[in-house]
């Protein structure tokens, strides 16, 4: 986690910091340039431009998604389905689902360590549920099973098939 933290601020301050500075340039190009020039390059431009804006927005997503959420020191689980409800929400905002159900046991009894590694495993999980199920519900279930924690994400994807994926 201190190395994730440590990531996201050196991105903020290098990577962002680089994205607007071509942002800018960009568009100081654009406006030095001579008109019929810059006519002819107008479209090229806003291209760049606009991959210069979805870039950042990229960026401003991974960093959302490395910052370690803030769980209490003991015991507040909600703060965990909370957070997994609004990191999936998030993440599926923009994609294919259309219902995000997360269920924590308020049984369980987690430490903040512990919060944080169920929180990594199930935002890994939704992730690349993300990008390859298509769903349209997922759920994502964090109960006690036999004395273990046991995480689950479902959704009605595509899938795959188990005999034929490679491992």
Known sequence: ??????????????????????????QAAYVTL??????AVRETIAQLQGDLTDR????????VAMRPPAFPATGDDSALGAA??????D??????????????????ELDRSTMT????????????ASRHSLAETVAVSVTEHE???????HDDGVGFDLEVAPC
């Open 91 to 108: 993440l599926y905002r923009e994609r294919s689902a259309r219902t995000v159900d997360v269920h924590v046991d308020p049984l369980l």
């Open 56 to 63: 950042a927005e990229e960026l401003r997503r991974l960093m």
């Open 1 to 26: 986690e201190h190395d994730r933290h440590r990531t996201v601020a050196e991105l903020h301050t290098q990577a962002v910091g680089s994205l607007a500075t071509l942002a800018s340039i960009v």
């Open 34 to 39: 001579p008109g019929d020039t810059a006519l």
């Open 84 to 89: 997994l409800l609004a990191y999936a929400s």
């Open 147 to 153: 004395g273990n924690v046991m995480v689950e994400i």
């Open 117 to 128: 590694i169920v929180y990594r495993i199930a935002q890994e999980a939704l992730l690349n």
